[in-house]
């Protein structure tokens, strides 16, 4: 399967096919991670929090191929993608692995994933670098056995995503 | 003498372990300090109490590799509603990972939003195994470390300190496990279960 998770509405065509899964954060509720581990310890791989983010989770755990689409602000993830990954979390397990000797968590039934990362708005040269590094972080975390960071202005946007789409082709 | 403003950014403040933080800090500061967590409806109440701090010190835990939302987004009000004398920005983060770099990535977005916005930057300290460590022998280290944070700020001699368990990797990885065992037990939940691969009962 392949997701394709976006902070805002696109138009794309290219993403009508059964392998394709294009959720729009921006038309869905999510509430903020509490913290409060309960995804981990009290219903382990089920948020306490039963809003739409328990809907999206498990096509992300799925998902061999990823495509992000977000805002970058201060360098990281903008408001809207990252509420939905930090909700993400159920899909690790609270215990503790050794990844290339870092400590990390355990992932649940999380597919290794091909993740392309398309960042927009970044407003420097640094801001961009920055972004970078937190996707190489989110490696680690997240399952990707392989990245790639894409920028894009907002103008250009909807033309970079289908790019990256179309060459999902053939299926 | 400075006065330091703490914001606890963590989505958890009144329970979290960035507050624990907060209280070490205020105790070996030698400075008046104001302890404030960030909540959803105090962002504006934050924003015009930050005039009256020559220092501000976010206190928040490390989320998804970064900043949490509840920081982000006061950080966002506060961009849009600066005060008019721009405190110090200071830093002290914790992650649940052993290693205090996991904590990097996070400290270089509140460096560049400093940057962005013409806040002075000054101190970091970076906590790994922040989880845990105040529940442990080594508490100490953390609470040492937390009084050379507030020393650095209260002189104006900023600098970057890092503190975690001095234990070997593979150690902490059954002592995590240890504590989240507890943890779990707690709420009657087995480490079997603790250890589902399924993830909402794997619907799709």
């Known amino acids: 399967m392949k997701l394709i998770l976006s902070d805002r509405h696109l138009e794309l065509p290219e993403a009508d096919h059964p392998s394709i899964k294009f959720i729009d954060l921006s038309k869905l509720k999510i509430a903020n991670c509490i913290g409060c581990f309960g995804c981990w310890t009290k219903t382990p791989g089920r948020c306490v929090i039963r809003d739409d983010a328990v809907n999206v989770y498990p096509y992300i755990a799925k998902s061999d191929s990823v495509l992000y689409i977000s805002r970058v602000k201060y360098g990281g993830y903008d408001t809207t993608m990252k509420t939905m990954l930090e909700r993400a979390i159920p899909v690790q397990q609270a215990f503790i692995r050794l990844v290339h000797g870092e400590t990390h968590h355990v992932q649940r039934n999380v597919a290794p994933k091909r993740a392309v990362v398309i960042g927009y708005g970044a407003l420097s040269k640094e801001e961009r670098n920055l972004f970078c590094k937190l996707v190489a972080r989110n490696a680690n975390n997240m399952n990707f056995e392989s990245f790639r960071v894409v920028f894009a202005s907002e103008q250009e946007l909807e033309a970079t995503v289908r790019k990256e789409v179309s060459a999902w082709r053939p299926l | ?204």
């Open chain 2, 1 to 204: 003498m400075a006065a330091i403003m703490i914001l606890n950014g963590s989505p958890r403040a009144p329970r979290s372990n960035s507050k624990q933080y907060a209280e070490l800090f205020s105790k070996s500061c030698r400075s008046e300090t104001e302890y404030f967590p960030i909540t959803r409806t105090n962002h504006l109440e934050l924003c015009r109490a930050v005039e009256r701090f020559s220092d501000l010190l976010f206190v928040f835990p490390l989320y998804a590799d970064g900043i949490p939302v509840t920081l982000l987004n006061f950080l966002k009000v506060l961009e849009a509603h600066p005060p008019q004398k721009k405190p110090v920005i200071s830093v002290l983060i914790n992650c649940g990972f052993l290693e205090p770099h996991q904590n990097d990535t996070a400290v270089q977005m509140l460096r560049l939003y400093c940057k962005q916005n013409g806040y002075p930057f000054g101190s970091v300290l970076k906590v790994g195994s922040g989880e845990a460590i105040l529940t442990t022998p080594f508490r100490f280290l953390a609470a040492w470390k937390i009084k050379r944070l507030a020393s650095s700020i209260c002189s104006a001699q900023y600098r970057t300190l890092e503190v975690t368990m001095p234990i070997p990797k593979r150690w902490f990885l059954k002592a995590s496990s240890a504590y989240w065992l507890r943890y779990g037990r707690r709420n009657g939940v087995t480490k079997e279960e603790m250890e589902t691969m399924q993830i909402e009962g794997n619907p799709i």
